[in-house]
């Protein structure tokens, strides 16, 4: 059992230190081929979530979002395994994301904007979900609004290969 065991279901987080706390518990207990792919709308707190899962790690940082960059590998400043901080946004397939030869076995791989893509890298992984409130405008909400301190849905749930 595991603290994403424990944690597996429906959380309101109220705030972006909240929501990094909430990875760091997840962070400090996992270990090489975990994989976690997170699932939100633009500003739902991936990266913060990712923030507090380093932390909780110990890898060096900061963690940033990996949008640009596809991924970013965060070496162990303790002797565990790095952090892949992927981003799967601007990828066409899973073949992509299979190209950047990332070794699952011996890393920590969180995927954003996964779902759909990085099912094929494990045989079993972490589906986590966030959402936040949506504003009145056409997308959501505004700009200044998606670093608000807004609640969020986070939802945590073991997902296998079929």
Do not use: C, N
């Amino acid at each position: 059992m595991t603290a994403l065991d424990d944690l597996a279901g429906r959380h309101e987080i109220r705030t972006s230190e909240a929501m990094e706390e909430l990875g760091r518990r997840i962070g400090s207990d996992l270990v090489a081929g975990d994989v976690l792919i997170l699932t939100g709308p633009l500003g739902a707190g991936k990266t913060t979530f990712t923030r507090g899962l380093a932390e909780g790690l110990g890898v060096r940082g900061p963690v940033q979002s990996p949008t640009f960059v596809i991924a970013r590998t965060h070496p162990s400043l303790v002797g565990g395994a790095p952090l892949v901080h992927m981003d799967a946004y601007r990828l066409g397939s899973a073949a992509e994301l299979d190209d950047l030869d990332v070794d699952v076995p011996g890393s920590v791989v969180v995927i954003e904007w996964g779902r759909g893509m990085a099912e094929e890298l494990a045989d079993a992984w972490w589906d986590i979900e966030l959402e936040r409130p949506v504003g009145a405008g056409t997308d959501g909400l505004s700009p200044e609004e998606l670093d608000a301190d807004a609640p969020r849905t986070v939802t945590i749930a073991r997902a296998t290969a079929r």
